[in-house]
């Protein structure tokens, strides 16, 4: 069980030290821990504390951005794009001031919370050290989590680097401590998906309601040059969680000389993560990754990838017969 407590008193002495301005704003719309404090009257665009607070709302919405750093990137401006398409605003994938506006009012919940670490956070077994190669993960018996601040990160949707970034001087190793995390948990609305679009040359997958209306947008690495992506419409055939991974040699894989089969135990760090969204179209799916860092920025081995927390959040909204569309280049800009 996630025990929250209250930032109040975490950030006191840092307020302090800062003056009462800060205090006066809506608490929703600040931006504190560690050095980063920002509020909504101090919109600075190209400031990574506001890109940071920004990327947190979206992910709230269910807009994600992928991994949250704080840092330029495409995975962020594609989210905000979407976003300000959702608003019917100007949709360059700029944070700009009208932009920030629309997310601040988006919620009265803060962007970051008190999270007191517990005991399975830091129980494990963690595996410090995995292969990167498919035959040196076949011989482990599990491939979790490498560290306890791997599980926080991805708990809540952060780079290990801006995680500590917010806890200066703490370690996350030790249960009972509290740490400053983006309040992510349980924040994205829960609506069905009733057809889902594949956007190859965007690398994004959207997710639609009941009327048609956008539900979630999530980055994707879509297919690659060696293993392309499918075309055509396919569906939902089943939903498999903590799944085993196997490596059939007919893949073929682009740097894989292997001439047997493999099979990879399940664990946060398989190769398809944490939940594999089988389709109707043989041997290709929707998955999870080992590396949230990469998700848009590598290729896929023909697949759909994305982060393990996006991949879980669409397999608990489909069900069995869902249509998932693969657009190409044409298909996708008459789609938006």
């Known amino acids: 069980m996630t025990r929250y407590g209250s930032p109040a008193k975490l950030f006191a002495r840092y307020r302090e030290r800062r003056g009462s301005h800060e205090d006066k704003q809506d608490a929703s719309c600040s931006w504190r821990g560690g050095p980063f404090v920002v509020g909504c009257g101090q919109q600075r665009g190209r400031s990574r504390p506001t890109r940071a607070k920004a990327e947190v709302l979206l992910d709230r919405l269910d807009i994600s951005p992928g991994i949250i750093d704080g840092k330029t990137g495409e995975n962020a401006r594609k989210a905000i794009a979407a976003f300000q398409r959702s608003r019917g605003l100007a949709s360059g994938g700029k944070l700009d001031r009208t932009t920030w506006d629309k997310l601040c009012e988006s919620t009265n919940a803060p962007a970051l919370i008190a999270y007191t670490i517990t005991d399975d956070d830091v129980r494990g077994p963690f595996v410090p050290v995995i292969p990167r190669d498919l035959e040196g993960m076949a011989r482990l018996h599990v491939l979790g989590y490498r560290s306890a601040t791997e599980l926080l990160a991805e708990k809540f949707h952060i780079s290990e680097e801006l995680i500590k970034l917010l806890n200066p001087g703490k370690t996350v190793d030790r249960a009972g401590t509290v740490i400053t995390v983006p309040n992510v948990a349980d924040g994205r609305p829960a609506r069905q998906v009733f057809r889902i679009e594949v956007d190859k040359p965007a690398n994004a997958v959207r997710a639609f ?29 089943r939903v498999v969680k ?13 740097g894989a000389r292997i001439d047997r089969e493999l099979t990879i135990a399940p664990g946060p760090n398989n190769p398809v993560g944490l939940v594999w969204i089988d389709l109707t179209k043989p041997t290709y799916g929707i998955h999870g990754t080992s590396h949230p860092e990469e998700i848009g920025k590598t290729g896929s081995h ?10 879980l959040d669409l397999a608990k909204r489909i069900r069995k017969g869902t249509p998932v569309a693969f657009l190409d280049q044409t298909q996708a800009v008459s789609s938006q």
Request: charged share 25%.
């Open 302 to 311: 023909g697949c759909v990838r994305l982060t393990n927390w996006d991949a």
């Open 242 to 254: 903590d799944p085993t991974y196997r490596y059939d040699p007919k893949f073929q894989f682009k």
């Open 209 to 237: 309601g009941r009327n048609d209306e956008l539900v979630a947008f999530y980055p994707a690495s879509v297919g690659s040059v060696e293993k392309p992506a499918p075309s055509g419409t396919y569906h939902v055939r």
